[in-house]
């Protein structure tokens, strides 16, 4: 849609534009969304049953929301996501640093400037993307910077202390007819909090002692981690009871969404590029990226099982962000194995996995009583994550026949020096490896490549090792697999 022609108040009260609350046209556009079936949130899943219909239910009710919830749970990205459910473009008085109603200004400028010039007072159009304003609370943040303050600069050129006109609008006011954020709500210091009481029940601001009522229209939406395990600090409770809806959000319910999600957010693509680069699936080198889908299931079984380990504090929570840096890091890992070999296409192997003690350090809070343990702790929860995905894909009853194979002397090397071929070849010499090698890759497109089958092999027999039913004799980077 263009910017709607109208340049004047009188042209614009021609056009027929009525003026709605913010509150009202949330509302509207929200029902239309519901009624034709169309996703409140373009790109946040798992939440459809959840959380979107508390989300639904605010909008409808006209509410300010809280969102509550543990770090990576997509809260921002709600927020962010409800400014498309403004308009696209929205009338203000021309100059006026509060985007006055060109039918209603609050503000001292724009009372003038409607008053001396009529229906000829100059009128501008602002996109839905800026009347979205968010701040990030912390301890150094001030009433100034939320609701305004005395510009020293304008007292300098001349105007009285008692003219509102002295005064420098915060980031509250700024945001008039718009939604206004606030990540991490209980970061805000307690008398700062105060701040925001008249925002939210009387709907307006008061600016230090001046006799100055601004009623500003301003949905105030704000995220926070639960209260149990924060200790930086809490939210007033006259403030939490001025939020009409609290809702919390979770982690994905099933595998199935986080893998999605990880689909969604990581970038496997070319490495060294940045997001919004042109990206054809190959890194500056030449080396074609292809993850097995059983891999990214491993990355995905490895967050779920920190997320329940008695050695991870749950206090804090395990983030999808770590599903999707893991993710990252073990592609990285396969990209970078193939630049070393020469190899033209890279796959993800489960030697790679050895790589994601780095994507995972700060993203799990061991608790363990002593040190050093870090590093068996985190090897554990992979070993669970590719077991727990071996037993799924690959049935009990095609595991003897590979057993029985490497009880005739077989001794399988693997590395990040073995070639993809090598491991076809493995194929041809040990027919028994086929049968469970293409059950992993029953879903997989590219299950033909060599660097998908060497995956594939790999992690059926780290399977079995982990099943103990084969040997595995690791030195640095090599490791050996024979018969118990």
Do not use: C
């Not at 799990?364 to 077991?387: F, Y």
């Not at 590979?402 to 070849?425: K, Q, T």
């Amino acid at each position: 849609m263009s910017v709607p022609s109208s340049t004047t108040l009188g042209e614009l009260r021609a056009s027929g534009w009525t003026s709605v609350t913010v509150r009202a046209e949330l509302r509207r556009n929200a029902v239309e969304r519901i009624r034709s079936g169309r996703p409140l949130f373009d790109d946040v899943l798992g939440y459809h049953n959840t959380v979107v219909p508390q989300v639904e239910n605010a909008l409808l009710a006209g509410h300010d929301m809280i969102m509550l919830g543990e770090r990576g749970q997509a809260k921002t990205r709600m927020i962010r996501g409800l400014v498309g459910l403004l308009d696209e473009w929205l009338p203000i008085i021309a100059t006026s640093e509060i985007n006055d109603d060109p039918y209603a200004p609050v503000s001292a400028h724009a009372r003038a400037l409607v008053a001396e010039h009529g229906d000829d007072t100059p009128i501008a159009w602002i996109h839905r993307d800026d009347r979205y304003g968010e701040k990030l609370a912390t301890p150094d943040t001030s009433i100034a910077d939320l609701i305004g303050e005395v510009d020293p600069i304008k007292v300098a050129e001349g105007r009285y202390l008692s003219d509102e006109l002295t005064l420098h609008y915060g980031l509250v006011p700024r945001t008039n007819r718009g939604i206004f954020a606030i990540n991490e709500l209980p970061d805000l210091a307690e008398r700062i909090q105060v701040g925001l009481l008249n925002v939210l029940e009387e709907r307006d601001v008061q600016i230090r002692g001046y006799k100055v009522r601004l009623p500003l229209d301003v949905v105030l939406v704000a995220s926070a981690n639960p209260e149990d395990y924060t200790n930086r600090g809490r939210i007033i409770t006259p403030l939490k009871d001025r939020f009409g809806a609290q809702i919390r959000t979770h982690y994905p319910l099933d595998a199935g969404t986080e893998i999605a999600i990880v689909e969604q957010e990581a970038y496997v693509g070319s490495v060294g590029a940045g997001p919004g680069d042109e990206d054809d699936g190959r890194d500056p080198t030449g080396v074609a990226v292809t993850v097995p889908s059983f891999m990214t299931r491993i990355v995905v079984a490895l967050t779920r099982a920190a997320r329940s380990s008695s050695h991870v504090s749950q206090r804090s929570g395990v983030s999808v962000r770590l599903s999707i840096s893991n993710t990252e890091t073990m592609v990285a890992n396969a990209v970078r194995r193939s630049l070393r070999t020469g190899a033209d296409h890279a796959a993800p192997r489960v030697t790679d996995l050895e790589a994601l003690a780095s994507s995972t350090a700060g993203k799990v809070e061991i608790e363990t009583l002593e040190e050093g343990r870090e590093a068996e702790i985190l090897e554990r929860l992979v070993d669970s994550a590719v077991l727990s995905v071996f037993k799924d894909t690959v049935p009990p009853d095609l595991h003897r026949a590979v057993v029985d194979a490497f009880e005739e002397d077989l001794v399988v090397d693997v590395g990040d020096d073995v070639a993809d071929a090598d491991y076809a070849g493995l194929l041809a010499t040990v027919p028994a490896l086929t049968a469970p090698v293409q059950a992993l890759l029953a879903d997989d497109e590219a299950a033909e490549s060599p660097a998908v089958v060497a995956s594939a092999v790999e992690l059926v027999l780290e399977g079995l090792h982990l099943s103990k039913r084969l040997n595995k004799d690791a030195q640095g980077p090599r490791a050996q697999y024979r018969a118990r």
